[in-house]
């Protein structure tokens, strides 16, 4: 495998309102340890010293925390939108997290906003832009960091429904409960071929966290 071949690692998970307060700290510290073990896993896997890029949709939250601890690490980030950068912005209330959200296009390699054709395939009414978003973050992914309160779906575009459709497409899910306990590895049924990239990043991961089978309610919507 060429050192050239880059990870590309996503991210999905619950925005501030569904992150309890107490937990917000080991949430950040669990995503930037995930992100550390994934860069080491791809060096692994790859020989050489990986690129490493984050696909974030950078709204409040779990989003963010990955973002910017990826961009911390020297990471390139790529923002697949919603919507279009202006319409986005007013997702978020307060004048501190504009200012957030504005830092990270800044800091973006590639903004995406979502075409309208794959925002109409999706379907799901009002939800239909972040469904598609959502299918826009995992479209290149191999590793999918999830944080999710292991409820299940609410509709189109929720964490659990893009996490199984990342696994339902080949990708690895890193699974980091937002309500207390360890990061634990769900691999696709069956795992990916042996001798690949992912198939190597999967052993990798799992030398450094649990494994875990996918939970019934980590489904499509």
Known sequence: MSASRPLIVAVTGHRLNQLPEPERPRIQHEIASAIDAAEHAAREATDGPPRCVLHSAIAEGADRYAADAALARGWRLVTPLPFSVERYEEDFADQESKEHYQRLLW??????????????????GGAAPYAAVGRALIEKADLLLCVWNGLPPKGPG??????ALMLEKGGLVLWIPAQGGKTVLVGPAPL????TFRRKLHEALAR?????????EMRVA
């Not at 075409?115 to 395939?121: D, G, W």
């Not at 450094?208 to 019934?216: D, E």
């Open 158 to 163: 929720g964490t659990s429904e893009v996490a």
């Open 107 to 124: 800091a973006s390699r590639r903004i995406l906003p979502v075409s309208n054709e794959l925002v109409e395939k999706v379907g799901g």
């Open 192 to 195: 990916p071929r042996a001798g």
């Open 208 to 216: 450094t966290f649990g494994r875990a089978a996918r939970p019934p």
